[in-house]
T-cell receptor, first 114, second 109 residues
Framework: GAVVSQHPSRVICKSGTSVKIECRSL??????MFWYRQFPKKSLMLMAT?????????EQGVEKDKFLINHASLTLSTLTVTSAHPEDSSFYIC??????????FGPGTRLTVT | GQNIDQPTEMTATEGAIVQINCTYQ??????LFWYQQHAGEAPTFLSY??LDGLEEKGRFSSFLSRSKGYSYLLLKELQMKDSASYLC??????????WGAGTKLIIKP
């Protein structure tokens, strides 16, 4: 299977600052990566689909100006939470799909906004 | 519309068997997945069913009935390390995963 890494694993930031989360596909060239967020005891919520070399596709209700996604290469996608607020505190997970039925997740990033 | 439902929490005893059910509704279907997620970690893949029937993989088995919109994950010989949340998800006609909220499984000695 594919190996996906995320950095940082945990981040604490002050309200109003921006935070960048990196997602790397270590052994697979990922033309598409997915970004999810998960609140405690809740389901994974797809935020956006990141496409290499083109604009990301955002799910309904997700502010694209707040959650900036860049997929500049086949192995790296980044999610930047701009002007973070406490309600943005969540667990952010990226994933890549090798085949239609094989999806591999990064270890996740715990964001806490104070 | 689309929806997916699974119990919020279940408790079982070490060494026993537990079945976690998942029901779903969708017009387009490309398979049913089960993932395990330990607290604070990302989900890890357990199983994939696209045809009706039972798929066995070691201590874990997964069953699918497409006509009933129903799946279950069966865990045998439970171990303490099996304490986790178990997420079911189906893949819709756009190959997008639609996730359940997860079932928290508590294993007691």
């Amino acid at each position: 299977g594919a190996v996906v890494s995320q950095h940082p694993s945990r981040v604490i930031c002050k309200s109003g600052t921006s935070v960048k989360i990196e997602c790397r596909s270590l052994d697979f060239q990922a033309t598409t990566m997915f970004w999810y967020r998960q609140f405690p005891k809740k389901s994974l919520m797809l935020m956006a689909t990141s496409n290499e070399g083109s604009k990301a596709t955002y799910e309904q209700g997700v502010e694209k100006d707040k959650f900036l996604i860049n997929h500049a290469s086949l192995t790296l996608s980044t999610l930047t939470v701009t002007s973070a607020h406490p309600e943005d505190s969540s667990f952010y997970i990226c994933s890549t799909r090798v085949r239609d039925y094989e999806q591999y997740f990064g270890p996740g990033t715990r964001l806490t906004v104070t | 519309g689309q929806n997916i439902d699974q119990p919020t929490e279940m408790t079982a005893t070490e060494g026993a068997i537990v079945q976690i059910n998942c029901t779903y509704q969708t017009s387009g279907f490309n398979g049913l997945f089960w993932y395990q997620q330990h607290a604070g970690e990302a989900p890890t893949f357990l199983s994939y069913n696209v045809l009706d029937g039972l798929e066995e993989k070691g201590r874990f088995s997964s069953f699918l009935s497409r006509s009933k919109g129903y799946s279950y994950l069966l865990l045998k010989e439970l171990q303490m390390k099996d304490s986790a949340s178990y997420l079911c998800a189906f893949m819709d006609s756009n190959y997008q995963l639609i996730w359940g909220a997860g079932t928290k499984l508590i294993i007691k000695p």
